[in-house]
């Protein structure tokens, strides 16, 4: 059924046989026409503009209200009751006016355009919000791409500074979230990690190139400087009031510690670790497994594995790597995709 000027929905109950009308009033509010039919009619098929309600005593309870409140349709009833509390508990159930009887067709007339004027009124300004709020939500989401998309790039900087082509923070980064993901860590926390990831090594911007690049094992006093790169990064990004910097702080400073409080830089045992720290962990050393290195060439997936599940309970936290394990397939699928340049992208699939 179209809609037309305005859809009035009149409910007079007449000796308990509820019967509907349905009244057209045209621009000029006049031309009254009604059609009766049972209170079944399939109200989702009408564009309802505002209910007529006439109520008695036993029907002050009558619900009107499932019309305002879920459909925000104005109600307005006519009654012959005109006790205060009979129209207080008119506005309760929601309706918008209360008009008591004997009626004066005027003024009934001039009420019901007075509602459909502000309900349209409502409605317009309803539309405007949702679409206010749309083109925030847009300009908001463009203004994080290309936040992250500067993060992303000064990340892939310090990146090929250790002669990775850059892949390694998508694969880790969507390792990570893949993780998180299984470990039901929910979808707003596998985005900012997805998104805090790449900046796990920032510090190594910091790092010396005769040291980050050597080909062969670093001795004690390299070594020493080469941990200094979970510190670096930590400074880099602390005092941020953006949460994924935030987020990407802690892992900078964590994901080196290890289950059995042996790694660096603060020596953190178990659950003292930050989550993201132990899952980051994880990813980050399958890949660096996995891919080539200065001082080594990429080990194959089944020992790359077994590595990460002897690192259980002494490396890794037991249930990230549980939770790694349970989804070998999807993190196989991240490595095959993201190889070299082929892809460069920080998006939950």
Not at 105 to 114: F, G, L, N, S, W
Not at 279 to 304: G, M, N
Request: proline residues 3%; contains cysteine.
């Amino acid at each position: 059924m179209d809609k037309m000027d305005n859809l009035i929905f009149e409910i007079f109950p007449w000796n308990r046989n509820f019967e509907c009308g349905i009244a057209h009033i045209d621009n000029q509010h006049q031309n009254l026409v009604k059609i009766l039919n049972k209170l079944a009619i399939n109200l989702a098929n009408l564009s309802i503009d505002l209910v007529l309600n006439e109520i008695f005593d036993e029907l002050i309870n009558y619900t009107g209200y499932h019309f305002s409140t879920e459909e925000k349709i104005p109600i307005i009833f006519i009654t012959a009751l005109t006790e205060v509390a009979d129209e207080t508990r008119g506005f309760e159930v929601g309706g918008v006016d209360y008009i008591t009887k004997p009626v004066s067709k005027p003024i009934v007339q001039a009420r019901v355009k007075t509602h459909l004027a502000l309900h349209k009124q409502n409605q317009i300004l309803e539309e405007t919000v949702e679409k206010r709020t749309a083109e925030l939500k847009h300009a908001l989401d463009k203004m994080e791409s290309y936040s992250l998309d500067s993060i992303i790039r000064l990340c892939r900087a310090s990146e090929y500074r250790d002669e990775d082509t850059g892949a390694h923070i998508y694969r880790m980064s969507h390792y990570s979230a893949a993780i998180a993901r299984q470990m039901s860590l929910g979808e707003t926390v596998t985005k900012w990690i997805l998104y805090a990831a790449p900046m796990h090594d920032i510090g190594k911007i910091g790092i010396p190139d005769r040291i980050l690049l050597k080909p062969g094992k670093l001795n004690d006093e390299e070594w020493q400087i080469m941990k200094q790169h979970s510190i670096f990064g930590g400074k880099i990004l602390e005092n941020s009031k953006a949460g994924y910097l935030k987020l990407g702080q802690i892992i900078a400073l964590t994901h080196h510690e290890k289950w059995d409080g042996s790694g660096y830089p603060n020596g953190l045992k178990g659950k003292k670790i930050p989550m993201v720290g132990q899952i980051v962990a994880v990813a980050d050393v399958f890949d660096a497994l996995t891919s080539k290195r200065p001082y080594k060439e990429p080990f194959s997936i089944e020992k790359s594995l077994d590595i990460i599940k002897e690192g259980s309970g002494n490396h890794f936290n037991p249930e990230v790597v549980q939770a790694f394990i349970a989804i070998k397939q999807e993190i196989l699928n991240i490595k095959e995709k993201f190889q070299d340049k082929n892809e460069n992208s920080l998006t939950l699939s």
